[in-house]
């Protein structure tokens, strides 16, 4: 028994060592050893305090100037769930940064400089639920900057200046709910920009510069029920814009809009809120016959025209239970009159010439405006359309036959597609140097002179899409410094353009489908050298140097699809570091040799290999690549076997559809992989007859497999077995299918014993 002090003594010091000892509190924060908080605010810190406890669970930084986050910056905190950064001057994000920062929740970035988000910034965040990356000045999302954010509910990017949104720029993003990207200056979206989204409920794309509804890109988007497009430079809405299964809310408040077609949300079948406020409509037809049953319909701030056209409308409203907001703009008799209150008997015509003596009493009637005209209208060339406002100009399928001039140099989007100006000349756009985005698809251009673009040193985004052109001179794009997306699809080039961007240093993204293209040479990159994304599907190459991409050591995108390509060009591919996205679907492949991707298994992320015809695949085709890998697609092929895919741990989506997969013992590893993977993989039998189209998961031929537990009411309990025995009937890595005479054989046979074999199959 102790004594009483005894007792005191060695209940002190088990609470001595049993208490947390508080680190020390960084000089200038504030820290709570109960709350376990740290907060150093506008205290000018240039680094994250190295002496932080690391316990603590909420850090806040906010008002400071970090400039750089370096990579491994919180290290010593891995316990935050909380993290604000706000005003801190920071700058870039280095790859890692966050590293170990597994339980984080919130990461707040507000209000600070970053331009660019790179592929690796927000590594290690696997606990992360809301990313706020507000007011910085974004312009650039690296493919996979958000891969590593699988449980993230919220993005935020709102107030940054990203204008274009290229394909899988959200990838990784499994969880996510709402994905703000209002205040921006948005204008265009790839088709596949918001792919792999499957969870996304709202999208928040208000207060960007749409001219049209990117209606290819929404159908991506299955679960989205609340789409905010409100102030975006839109005029019209052409018939089944709206594909959007499960659409209830839809918001285009504060647009431009003439029109709007009556069967424009037809395929929009839950919608129920349709928000179409100041904009420019007139007048408006009922829904077309099939389209969803809406509740409301918001048109206050619109023009209407309270005549006989309005008529069908207000009928369709009441019969479908319809609430319409807004009020009449005209004639004199029913102005400002509620919608909901006029009857369909109040809306008539009157003659032509009532109706023209009625518009101009209306316009005696509003308040006397002067003469002179308003501070803010803008210069705009003969046939044209400008926007102060917006600065925007458009000159879209006016006729034109020389570029117009006489634009305010204030405009930052000039849209000239659809006309007829054949050759660009030196010296085309004088004045213009704000311009960040030139549209000049669809034109008949066949030639653009040197010096074409001169003084255009804002210019960011250059559309030369489905034209002419075949050929173009090494200074066609002089004097574009900041060009960085390119697009020359849909024209007649039959050799790539080797050196005609050699004076665009800051070019990212070369937009070449469609062409004639019938191989790559070496250097054809010249001057591109930061180039990240090469697209050149639907051409007629056939043949890809080894040094092809040499020039180009951050090529991360290249898309390959559709051309005529024979084997896979591992050997270019080696000499392309960075690939992380690799599309071959559609080319005529039969065969992919051992380690045809192995010089790229450290970067490569995604691999599109569908829909080539692909016969066989070596058993070590794959060889290198591992938990990186997060996409394969291999559907539409011809493939009965298929190599071991166990090393790919980090897969998030894998498509093996439409392959005439030979359901026996050999392919037991793979049944046996889909069962162990938590991913849904599209398998399905060819062979034999009687298995066609099940899927591999649900058919029992495998139970009778060595390596698999026979049912006992079939045969007897197997005794045990010696290690020989064990090695000649354990499954084998590989899925390999061996044929005697057309009839798969059902026992697999493993490495040790396959040159014994090979006699005896020859002889078969």
Request: hydrophobic fraction near 35%; proline fraction near 7%.
């Amino acid at each position: 028994m102790y004594s009483l002090s005894t007792l005191l003594v060695i209940i002190l010091f088990a609470l001595k060592i049993h208490s947390v000892q508080p680190g020390k509190c960084p000089k200038f924060c504030i820290c709570d050893n109960i709350q376990l908080t740290v907060a150093c605010v506008n205290k000018n810190l240039t680094e994250v305090p190295p002496t932080i406890d690391e316990i603590t669970v909420k850090l806040d930084l906010r008002g400071n100037d970090m400039q750089e986050l370096p990579t491994g910056a919180f290290t010593h905190t891995p316990y935050l769930t909380h993290l604000t950064l706000q005003n801190s001057n920071i700058r870039r994000v280095r790859e890692g940064a966050f590293r170990r920062l597994g339980r984080l929740v919130l990461l707040n970035l507000a209000n600070n400089k970053i331009e660019i988000l790179y592929q690796e910034s927000f590594d290690g965040l696997s606990s992360l639920k809301q990313l706020i990356i507000d007011r910085n000045r974004v312009e650039e999302i690296q493919p996979g900057a958000f891969s590593q954010l699988g449980l993230l509910n919220l993005l935020s990017l709102t107030h940054n200046q990203l204008v274009y949104l290229p394909n899988m720029a959200f990838q990784g993003l499994q969880n996510i709910k709402w994905l703000r990207l209002s205040h921006n200056s948005l204008n265009y979206l790839a088709t596949e920009a918001f792919a792999g989204l499957f969870t996304l409920t709202r999208l928040s794309l208000d207060n960007n510069e749409l001219q049209f509804f990117p209606t290819e890109t929404m159908t991506r988007l299955p679960e989205v029920i609340r789409l905010e497009l409100s102030h975006n430079p839109m005029t019209y809405l052409g018939e089944e814009s709206v594909s959007m299964p499960k659409l209830t809310h839809l918001f285009l408040d504060h647009n431009s809009l003439q029109d709007f077609s009556n069967a424009a949300i037809l395929l929009s079948p839950h919608l129920a809120h349709l928000d179409l406020s100041h904009n420019q409509l007139r007048v408006l037809q009922p829904m077309a016959p099939g389209s969803p049953k809406l509740t409301r319909l918001n048109l206050a701030g619109n023009p209407i025209y309270c005549s006989c056209y309005m008529r069908p409308l207000r009928e369709w409203a009441i019969r479908e239970r319809v609430r319409l907001g807004g009020t009449c703009g005209g004639p004199a008799h029913l102005s400002d009159e509620n919608l909901e209150a006029v009857q369909p008997i109040d809306l008539r015509c009157q003659s032509q010439e009532a109706m023209l003596k009625a518009e101009l009493e209306e316009q005696r009637r509003l308040p006397t405006l002067p003469t002179t005209p308003p501070p803010d209208k803008v210069k705009c060339p003969a046939n044209c359309e400008c926007e102060a406002e917006n600065h925007h100009s458009s000159c879209e399928n006016k006729g034109h036959t020389k570029i117009p001039r006489g634009f305010s140099p204030d405009t930052r989007l000039l849209d000239l597609r659809g006309n007829h100006f054949h050759y660009i000349p030196a010296n085309s756009f004088p004045g213009v140097a704000k311009v960040v985005s030139l549209h000049l698809q669809r034109c008949k251009i066949h030639e653009v002179e040197d010096g074409a673009f001169n003084g255009m040193k804002s210019l960011v985004y250059l559309y030369l899409s489905e034209n002419d052109l075949s050929s173009l001179s090494p200074e066609a794009f002089k004097g574009l410094p900041h060009l960085t997306y390119l697009h020359l699809e849909k024209n007649r080039f039959t050799q790539f353009p080797k050196g005609a961007f050699k004076l665009l240093p800051g070019l990212l993204a070369l937009h070449m489908e469609d062409n004639d293209i019938t191989k790559l040479e070496a250097g054809l990159l010249t001057g591109a050298e930061k180039l990240r994304g090469l697209y050149l599907t639907s051409n007629a190459i056939t043949a890809v140097a080894p040094r092809a991409f040499v020039p180009a050591p951050d090529l991360d995108t290249l898309h390959l699809g559709s051309n005529k390509l024979k084997e896979v060009p591992s050997e270019a591919f080696s000499k392309a570091s960075s690939l992380a996205e690799i599309n071959l679907s559609r080319n005529p492949i039969r065969w992919i040799g051992a380690g045809g991707f192995q010089s790229i298994a450290a970067t490569l992320k995604h691999l599109y290999l569908n829909h080539m015809g692909l016969e066989k695949v070596s058993k070590d085709s794959l060889a290198g690549l591992g938990s990186g890998l997060r996409s394969l697609f291999l559907e539409g092929n011809q493939l009965e076997e298929l190599p071991d895919l166990s090393p790919l741990t980090g897969l998030e989506v894998i498509n093996l559809a439409e392959n005439p997969l030979l359901c026996d013992c050999p392919l037991l590893p793979l049944r046996k992989w889909i069962e162990q993977v938590n991913l849904k993989v599209r398998a399905t039998c060819g062979h034999p007859p009687e298995l066609r189209g099940q899927r591999v998961k649900d058919v029992h031929v495998f139970k009778s497999c060595p390596g698999e537990k026979p049912p006992s009411t079939q045969h007897p309990k197997p005794t045990k077995a010696t290690k020989t025995e064990s090695a000649l009937i354990s499954p084998p890595k590989v899925i390999k299918i061996v044929k005697a005479k057309g009839k798969p054989r059902k026992i697999a046979q493993p490495k040790t014993v396959q040159k014994r074999t090979t006699k005896k199959r020859k002889s078969v």
